[in-house]
């Protein structure tokens, strides 16, 4: 059956804001001028409003009573709260996923490595799709749906706060090579050396972002 044309329009709408969010395009701090992003996007109000409230539970909006929506800014209590978090939730996955993974979890993350290497070779910046299909890719080999979904959501809030952060090439060639020692410890079902590893990549990139802050 096909949707409701404004819940199709919404859905939409909220796939084109996020992606505004998260790459930096609506940057932090920033306000949502809904009359410019609804003629941008070509839809009406009601949808674009639809879409500010699904980004505002999801925290990547900050929705105040009559004064509108606006990006939220990066702060190092924010990013401190969100790593605890965050290495709770990953390096339980990525236990799970060195006890669970299959040959063709195996792949498909060696696969997204790959392509994160060669997209950051070619001159782009780190490109926050490929992150997160690597850490989706390990949360499906963890085989943990209740864990997946919290980790999307803080996921997601870390690529947010790390828009408005300048490139650290460094930084950048560290985390492509933490993921492949990470897929490694995950492809010999090494359990504990692949929590180990998530942590100390977790820990690295927190202290990255907290200097950057500064």
Request: net charge neutral.
């Amino acid at each position: 059956m096909t949707p409701p044309l404004h819940l199709s329009l919404a859905g939409q709408a909220v796939d084109a804001l996020r992606e505004l969010v998260l790459t930096g395009e609506i940057r932090p701090g920033a306000r949502v001028n809904e009359v410019e992003l609804a003629g941008r996007l070509g839809i009406s109000r009601g949808p674009l409003r639809e879409a500010i409230r699904h980004l505002a539970s999801e925290g990547l909006l900050v929705l105040v009573p009559h004064r509108g929506a606006h990006v939220p800014d990066a702060t190092a209590a924010d990013v401190r709260a969100l790593f605890e978090l965050r290495t709770a939730l990953e390096c339980a996955a990525a236990e799970l996923a060195a006890s669970r993974r299959t040959d063709e979890d195996v792949a498909r993350l060696r696969a997204v490595c790959a392509e994160s290497r060669r997209t950051y070779q070619a001159g782009e910046r780190f490109p926050h799709r490929l992150d997160l299909a690597f850490h989706r890719a390990l949360l499906d080999a963890a085989r943990s749906p209740r864990i997946a979904e919290q980790v999307r959501l803080v996921q997601q809030r870390v690529v947010l706060l790390r828009s408005g952060l300048r490139d650290d090439p460094p930084h950048q060639h560290a985390s492509l090579d933490e993921h492949d020692t990470l897929v490694d410890a995950v492809a010999a079902g090494e359990v504990p050396r692949a929590a180990e590893v998530m942590r100390g990549h977790l820990a690295r990139v927190c202290a990255q972002m907290l200097a950057n802050l500064g």
